[in-house]
């Protein structure tokens, strides 16, 4: 099975800050990642896709980067409908695997 | 307007069955596979099972150890998780989402997602 090993698990940050989560897999996927953010109550939401494509409606401060073994999920400017937790998902084998999660805090 | 809608989720016993159901609209369902994902409370995203658009492939969490089974009906649009021998570890938020496949095993992340089912084991 691939491990996904996402870090940090938290951080705060304040409004205007750039802020970088990683994704490692324990085996090459290729770009097989996507990038959810998560809001209490909510389902997830897909924010990137093939490790840097961009979902439609999302907004252009979120990028993805990586290939491999090693992602970066990147928001360039932290806004305050940013504060959320966020996940990376490997979708190249079966079984799928979550990373563990990383919740973004207001400092 | 696409839409998933989980139903079937509440207060069930240790040892006891559910059967959560999804519907879905505003697209081909028989296009995609399906996946059921849970989140304990408080806890990450875990993937539990998914299908493939003609029920071919299907694969669970090993964590299951038989305990569900998923299927889909594809003329009327719905997917299902058939879940025996319940547990207090299998209380979670149920979410079925789709996904593109690209081949057997590898395919696009999935785009919708359902409101999610609440599913609790306690006696």
């Known amino acids: 099975d691939i491990q996904m090993t996402q870090s940090p698990s938290s951080l705060s940050a304040s409004v205007g800050d750039r802020v970088t989560i990683t994704c490692r897999a324990s085996?090459?996927?290729?770009?097989?990642l996507g990038w959810y953010q998560q809001k209490p109550g909510k389902a997830p939401k897909r924010l990137i896709y093939?490790?840097?494509s961009l979902q439609s409606g999302v907004p252009s401060r979120f990028s993805g980067s990586g290939s491999r073994t090693e992602f970066t999920l990147t928001i360039s400017s932290l806004q305050p409908e940013d504060f959320a937790t966020y996940y990376c998902?490997?979708?190249?084998?079966?079984?799928?695997?979550f990373g563990q999660g990383t919740k973004v805090e207001i400092k | 307007e696409v839409q998933l809608v989980e139903s079937g989720g509440g207060l069930v016993k240790p040892g006891g069955s559910l059967r959560l159901s999804c519907a879905a609209s505003?697209?081909?369902?028989?296009?995609?596979?399906m996946h059921w994902v849970r989140q304990a409370p408080g806890k990450g995203l875990e993937w539990v099972s998914s299908?493939?658009?003609?029920?071919?492939?299907?694969y669970y969490a090993d964590s299951l150890k038989g305990r569900f089974t998923i299927s889909r009906d594809n003329a009327n649009n719905s997917l299902y998780l058939q879940m025996n021998s319940l547990r207090a570890e299998d209380t979670a938020v149920y979410y079925c989402?789709?996904?593109?496949?690209?081949?057997?095993?590898?395919?696009?992340?999935?785009?919708?997602w359902g409101q999610g089912t609440l599913v609790t084991v306690s006696s």
């Open positions: 989402a789709r996904e593109v496949p690209i081949t057997m095993v590898r395919g696009v992340p999935p785009d919708y």
């Open positions: 505003g697209f081909t369902f028989s296009n995609f596979a």
């Open positions: 299908i493939s658009g003609g029920s071919n492939y299907i």
């Open positions: 085996q090459d996927i290729r770009n097989d």
């Open positions: 093939a490790a840097s």
């Open positions: 998902l490997q979708h190249n084998s079966y079984p799928r695997t």
